[in-house]
């Protein structure tokens, strides 16, 4: 049975360049343009990832991880932040509310895997 | 009239100077009319470079968008004709291992390798979008602090005074607070100078 990842950006290239490498690894991609669209995406839908930028209209990426976190179903999910940002303090802030890791764009597809590889559960 | 001559020297020294003045003020009234002209052109031309400005990046981003279709389309059907191509030919270099058939298998694998190589290229339109949105926030920023200037001189057209004490020191307040709106409205989110890979951090 293929895992599922949710993918959460407001670029319609950068949802794609994602969706099609974790196809690669065989995940089964969904997709938000941003907080609110992934949130609505989650209602009911079990995820075993989540990968997220931080700008982002309507909602932005670390309201949509906390938002995340309060769901007791999503509590230990891995949430990946991928996102131009590299500071220091936007990367701590990232941690506190609960990503797991964080990738400054852009990625390079093998390198996400591998990093994939090491949060989520085989 | 004063009969006395020194009275009369003063009166017609009084008079002089009034002249003087009269006609200072009315030259420094024409310096100010003037300098109040080219402030407002100034404004123009600033607004106009503004505009223009303005223009150039949407037509930019309409044509970056427009690319990042294409090439996001065409990286699908590549991708997925690639895959298919694979399979195809896994299966009949199983069978026949003839030499053709393994070097189209090595072809194929160039191709893959490739794909990584441009999924990490196709990602300057996020960036380039980011940046163009800042420019343009930023645009609109200095947009709005040449308006709120061309207000402020506005208020210094009539005479007397051009401006009083008061109106001088609210022009400043208002000139900072501007400059403070300016420099710290909108953090850069793009400091990327390349399409190389960024950074990892798991927590």
Known sequence: MSKTALVVDDSATMREMVSYTLKQAGFEPLTGGNGQEALDQLTGQAVDLIITDLNMPVMDGLSFIKAVRSRDEYKFVPILMLTTESQADMKAQGKAAGATGWLVKPFNPEMLLQVIGKVVPK | ?203
């Open chain 2, 1 to 203: 009239m004063s009969e006395n001559p020194v009275s009369q020297d003063h009166d017609a020294a009084d008079a002089a100077q009034a002249e003087a003045i009269a006609r200072y003020l009315e030259s420094s009234r024409d310096l100010i009319d003037r300098l109040q002209s080219l402030r407002e052109g100034v404004h123009d031309t600033l607004n106009e470079q503004f505009q223009i400005v303005a223009g150039d990046l949407e037509q930019l981003r309409a044509i970056l968008g427009d690319a990042a279709i294409k090439l996001s389309s065409a990286f699908r059907v590549i991708t997925t004709s690639a895959g298919q191509m694979r399979c195809a030919l896994d299966e009949a270099a199983a069978a026949d291992g003839s030499d053709p058939f393994v070097r189209l298998r090595e072809i194929t694998s160039e191709m893959t390798s490739t794909t990584g190589t441009t999924i990490q290229s196709l990602q300057f339109e996020d960036m380039a979008s980011q940046l163009l949105a800042h420019v343009n926030h930023r645009l609109g920023a200095l947009q709005q602090f040449s308006k709120e200037m061309s207000i402020l001189n506005a208020g210094s057209n009539h005479l007397p005074p051009y401006l009083t004490e008061k109106e001088l020191d609210a022009a400043f307040a208002n000139l900072a607070r501007h400059r403070d709106l300016l420099r710290n409205d909108v953090r850069k989110a793009v400091q990327q100078q390349s399409l190389d890979s960024g950074e990892i951090e798991l927590f």
